[in-house]
């Protein structure tokens, strides 16, 4: 299994890949404890052979210093956290559905910045999409969104449950222009 290949773009996402990975290659020691492989004593037994040389070869495998370069570099200090959650929120807030976008990609969307923004430690809602969700949608929505008021309270609602009502009248919705369509 090769390891996730860092093209320097979602470094928290790749950081998240690579630390599974190195665990699951009994790597991740290496980086996360600093240690040091002791000499071998005299007239050692096979397993302490073994030992040693399974510590050596993970040590060198790991490149502790790398890991710590990449990090300094892509992920920064909390100042700079701050300024990539910053413009992350900047992003969200400027999203907008289009006229011809699904419910399913627009969401989508929204997750994978709701998604970088907690990877950097910072709270975003699931009501906040729901909010921007509802601040956003087209006017064939309209429908939904009132019955949805009507029946739901939206406060309570699980971001799950408002999709799948948003994404189920999409749906509908299609099939009824279809069936137009073959009836014209």
Not at 7 to 33: F, K, P, S, V
Not at 42 to 58: C, E, F, G, L, S
Not at 153 to 176: C, G, K, P, W, Y
Request: proline letters at 4%; hydrophobic letters at 40%; glycine letters at 2%.
């Amino acid at each position: 299994m090769a390891p996730p290949v860092f093209n320097g773009d979602n470094y928290q996402i790749w950081t998240i890949r690579m630390e599974t990975y190195l665990d699951a290659m009994d790597m991740w020691e290496a980086i996360e404890e600093d240690y040091e492989v002791p000499p071998l004593p005299n007239n050692p037994t096979m397993a302490q052979i073994k030992n040693h040389k399974d510590r050596k070869t993970i040590k060198s495998k790991a490149a502790k210093a790398i890991w710590h370069y990449l990090k300094a570099e892509y992920e920064g200090d909390e100042r700079m956290r701050d300024m990539q959650v910053l413009n992350l929120i900047r992003d969200f807030e400027i999203q907008k559905m289009k006229e011809v976008e699904t419910i399913k990609d627009f969401s989508e969307r929204l997750l994978n910045i709701e998604n970088r923004v907690r990877l950097l430690g910072s709270v975003f809602n699931d009501s906040r999409i729901i909010e921007k969700i509802l601040e956003t949608m087209p006017e064939r929505f309209e429908a939904t969104i009132t019955t949805l008021e009507n029946t739901k309270d939206l406060s309570m609602i699980t971001f799950a449950e408002f999709l799948n009502a948003l994404h189920a009248q999409e749906q509908r919705r299609v099939v009824r222009e279809e069936g137009n369509i073959e009836g014209a």
